[in-house]
């Protein structure tokens, strides 16, 4: 069964510090895409990266990074200099080929910056 | 305009009274998605569109119905509202790519919707 899993509920960080959101995913999918979202308390889902099952390369956008290791099918977001408008919670999910390409979503994890 | 505009944006009704959520889109993609989110559970597939010839039902979809009206639009609607219907509902569309390439996917703003 294709699943995502974050583990962790709620996570704390000091301000300027770096944080890692862990996301497992399961499929049997040789073709797969990963992504991480952001959603403040106003609701909207905020596209933060990507990454494609064949990228060599673990994607970076800005201060997100996404630590892609497929052996052990993890995809982890990590925050370099947490900022106070960095707290939300943070979905990862994962597309899939049936179901016409739908997001499947792991649970979430909502991240505390502290001043 | 933001790219998927949903509307409303709250709403709060009784229940069993029918109620429809819709959502409307200027990005040209053909597949469009209704996902309910809860609290500690994600989101959660309800219903989704290739086109307005072809909808077909996602992991939650019972007690839902939708319409493609058009490429554009793609209303879900309660027919009976029940008080675990209480949720946040994003509508989303994708330009349906394959392979290992970046399928985009853009959400539209939710609908929170409170069943009394």
């Known amino acids: 069964a294709q699943k995502i899993t974050q583990t962790q509920p709620g996570m704390f960080v000091q301000e300027k510090e770096a944080v890692t959101l862990d996301c497992t995913y399961d499929?049997?999918?040789?073709?797969?895409?990963l992504f991480w979202y952001k959603q403040p308390s106003s609701g909207e889902m905020i596209f933060l990266i990507y990454q494609g099952s064949y990228d060599e390369q673990n994607a970076t956008e800005g201060r997100y990074s996404l630590n892609f290791q497929k052996a052990r099918k993890s995809a982890n977001l990590v925050i370099s200099a947490s900022q106070l408008g960095d707290s939300a919670m943070y979905f990862c999910a994962m597309r899939t080929n049936n179901q016409g390409g739908k997001l499947i979503f792991g649970q979430g994890t909502e991240l505390s910056v502290k001043p | 305009d933001a790219d998927v505009t949903q509307t409303p944006r709250n709403r709060i009704t009784k229940t069993g009274k029918r109620i429809m959520l819709e959502c409307s889109q200027t990005?040209?993609?053909?597949?469009m998605y209704w996902y309910r989110q809860d609290p500690g559970l994600g989101l959660r597939l309800i219903y989704y569109?290739?086109?307005?010839?072809?909808?077909n039902k996602g992991e939650i979809s019972d007690g839902y119905s939708v319409s493609r009206q058009a490429q554009a639009k793609f209303s879900l609607s309660l027919e009976s509202a029940i008080p675990n219907q209480t949720a946040l509902y994003f509508c989303?569309?994708?330009?349906?790519?394959?392979?290992?390439?970046?399928?985009?996917?853009?959400f539209g703003s939710g609908t929170r919707l409170t069943v009394v």
């Open positions: 499929t049997s999918d040789q073709s797969y895409g």
């Open positions: 569109s290739f086109d307005v010839k072809d909808i």
């Open positions: 989303a569309t994708s330009d349906g790519g394959r392979g290992p390439g970046l399928s985009g996917y853009t």
């Open positions: 990005k040209g993609h053909d597949r």
